[in-house]
């Protein structure tokens, strides 16, 4: 969990992927995508030809919400993604 980033304001959760190639950027995309389908969770993506950034929020959007043990599991999935 080191490379995610743990924000205030709202509350969420970052991590950039930066891979070689476009190729390899689609893929892993197409496998986030897989996932999140699998999960009923849609974090939000952005990307670039070698990069892809991932701003995940705590399932529960009432103010003051902290993330939990389920958005950290989460975060741990997507970066199983990686391999």
């Given at each position: 969990m080191n490379q995610w980033q743990k924000r205030s304001r709202?509350?969420?959760l970052?991590?950039?992927f930066e891979f070689e190639t476009y190729a390899e950027t689609r893929d892993f995309l197409d496998r986030l995508g897989e996932h999140t389908e699998a999960a009923k969770r849609f974090p939000d993506i952005?990307?670039?030809?070698?990069y892809v950034n991932i701003t995940?929020?705590?399932e529960d959007e009432e103010e003051e919400v902290e993330?939990?043990?389920d958005d950290y599991k989460?975060?741990?999935e997507i970066d199983g993604l990686l391999n």
């Amino acid at each position: 969990m080191n490379q995610w980033q743990k924000r205030s304001r709202p509350i969420r959760l970052e991590r950039r992927f930066e891979f070689e190639t476009y190729a390899e950027t689609r893929d892993f995309l197409d496998r986030l995508g897989e996932h999140t389908e699998a999960a009923k969770r849609f974090p939000d993506i952005s990307f670039g030809r070698t990069y892809v950034n991932i701003t995940l929020r705590p399932e529960d959007e009432e103010e003051e919400v902290e993330l939990n043990e389920d958005d950290y599991k989460f975060a741990a999935e997507i970066d199983g993604l990686l391999n």
